[in-house]
């Protein structure tokens, strides 16, 4: 096993060889691997994805582009499906935050050296991935599948501006910082891992055009605006549905109220000295650093006029024709 783990590691080096490289958001550099641009580590993830992870038929993935909702997503499917189990009061959100809830697929798998096995992990399985759906492989993606993704996306100028702050917080010291105008640049391009965010959305986005059993496609705008219509959605979408009795005791206020923005950011776990996430052996993310504003439209505090219109500009050539409009 070990010999084969040590291969892949070779298989990794010779393959970033031939990718084309760009500049980086938190490392020095990013590939384009089959249409996306992905760090050597989250390639390093999908290689052995591919290659070991055994998707169960009950399985739930939650997918986003990076900064579109991960974090509150993870804690409202988590409450949801727990929902039997813990009390609102003392919740493990209350003491763990959203990120321990269940495991980042794209580098977990890696995590526990040379392989993370998760086996054990009580059905229905639940992983987040921000990889697209091309990439994925077909035990988690064929018409065959029963899997299930929840996806959810966000203004793209919103994860812009989200990423931009969270990438330069998590760069390297020893590269220089990441200009806005330049991230701006970048993500135009479709350069910052994980993008192009347009064919990362679109992705999904005709995925659950033509499977809506399978993917259920969200909108971070949405749930601010009615968290609770949504979080019926995506109850009844995973499988357990409220029953009216729940609805009526106000199960889905307390859901609604424990995964709140401003709940999760003021718990002591999301401050500072609250701990950390764990990505790779080297990269640790402090829990607090997946809470900022949470509010729609903080684009307006950063983007020109001249750079809204090229953005929505972008989107809308893009989406021309698929029915999404965001
Ligand atoms: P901002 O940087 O715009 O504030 P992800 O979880 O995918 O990494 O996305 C992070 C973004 O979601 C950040 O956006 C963060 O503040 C926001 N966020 C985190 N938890 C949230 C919650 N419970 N409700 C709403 N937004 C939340």
Same mark, same amino acid.
């Given at each position: 096993e070990e010999q084969a783990y040590k291969k892949l590691d070779e298989k990794l080096k010779s393959l970033l060889a031939t990718l084309p490289k760009d500049k980086g958001w938190r490392s020095a550099n990013i590939y384009l691997h089959e249409g996306f641009w992905l760090s050597p580590q989250v390639i390093k993830g999908l290689l052995m994805i591919n290659n070991y992870f055994h998707a169960q038929s009950t399985d739930i993935f939650l997918a +986003? %582009?990076?900064?579109?909702?991960t974090t509150w997503l993870k804690a409202l499917m988590f409450a949801t499906t727990n929902r039997h189990r813990y009390s609102f009061s003392d919740h493990p959100l209350r003491r763990n935050?959203?990120?321990? +809830? %269940?495991?980042?697929?794209d580098t977990h798998i890696f995590l526990d050296y040379p392989i993370t096995k998760?086996?054990?992990?009580?059905?229905?399985r639940m992983f987040a991935t921000h990889f697209a759906?091309?990439?994925?492989p077909t035990s988690m993606s064929?018409?065959?599948?029963t899997c299930k993704f929840v996806y959810v996306c966000r203004d793209p100028k919103d994860a812009l501006i989200s990423k931009w702050h969270f990438m330069s917080k998590l760069r390297s010291k020893e590269l220089p910082p990441l200009s806005f105008n330049e991230a701006y640049e970048l993500f135009c391009n479709g350069v910052s891992e994980y993008g192009p965010f347009w064919d990362h959305v679109l992705g999904y986005w005709k995925a659950s055009q033509e499977s809506p059993e399978k993917i259920l496609f969200l909108k971070y705008e949405d749930m601010k605006k009615e968290t609770s219509v949504e979080l019926k959605k995506l109850a009844a979408f995973m499988g357990m549905p409220f029953s009216a009795e729940e609805e009526k005791r106000g199960v889905v206020a307390e859901i609604v109220k424990l995964c709140s923005f401003e709940n999760l950011s003021n718990l002591e776990v999301n401050n500072e000295g609250g701990g950390a996430q764990k990505f790779t052996a080297q990269v640790a993310v402090e829990n607090?650093?997946?809470?900022?504003?949470?509010?729609?439209?903080?684009?307006k505090n950063y983007l020109t006029e001249e750079m809204r219109e090229r953005i929505d500009s972008i989107t809308e050539t893009k989406f021309k024709n698929s029915g999404l409009t965001l």
């Open positions: +986003a %582009f990076m900064k579109c909702g935050g959203p990120q321990s +809830a %269940f495991p980042f697929l998760f086996e054990h992990l009580p059905s229905p759906h091309s990439l994925l064929s018409p065959t599948s607090r650093d997946f809470f900022r504003k949470g509010k729609v439209g903080d684009w």
